[in-house]
């Protein structure tokens, strides 16, 4: 069983940066490739970026890559998703998920899941 919880989000104006962190319960996080997700008003969730149980693989969504990167410690049992360069259009609850046994970037292969965060990125 894995529990998570995410912090960090907030308002920032376009072109500013924010760092969402994950925090994860349970021995078995290691275990897990780590994904965040997000949903727009309106719009299906969708992935943005996933990291496998090490650290050294990563994959994003196209929308994000180049200004966001994920990053784990699995010392702490956490997983971090930097934000740069933020648009309106990454506004958004971003969620933490957890379960899949490699990066995937599809829901359904994530069994854990935390009750979301909101991004807004003001124009």
């Known amino acids: 069983q894995v529990q998570l919880v995410e912090s960090g989000g907030g308002l920032v104006q376009a ?13 078995t996080f290691r275990n897990y490739a780590m994904g965040w997700f997000r949903q727009a008003p309106g719009k299906e969730r969708e ?6 149980w090490s650290g050294g693989d990563t994959y994003y969504a196209d929308s994000v890559k180049g200004r966001f990167t994920i990053s784990r410690d699995n010392a702490k049992n956490t ?12 506004t958004a609850v971003y969620y933490c998920a957890a379960g899949a046994l490699r990066i995937r970037t ?3 292969k994530y069994t854990y899941w935390g009750q979301g965060i909101q991004v807004t990125v003001s124009s």
Do not use: H, W, Y
């Open 15 to 27: 072109g500013g940066s924010l760092r969402l962190s994950c925090a994860a319960s349970g021995r």
């Open 106 to 108: 599809t829901e359904r």
């Open 47 to 52: 992935f943005v970026a996933a990291i496998n």
């Open 79 to 90: 997983v971090d998703l930097q934000m740069n360069s933020l648009k309106p259009e990454d």
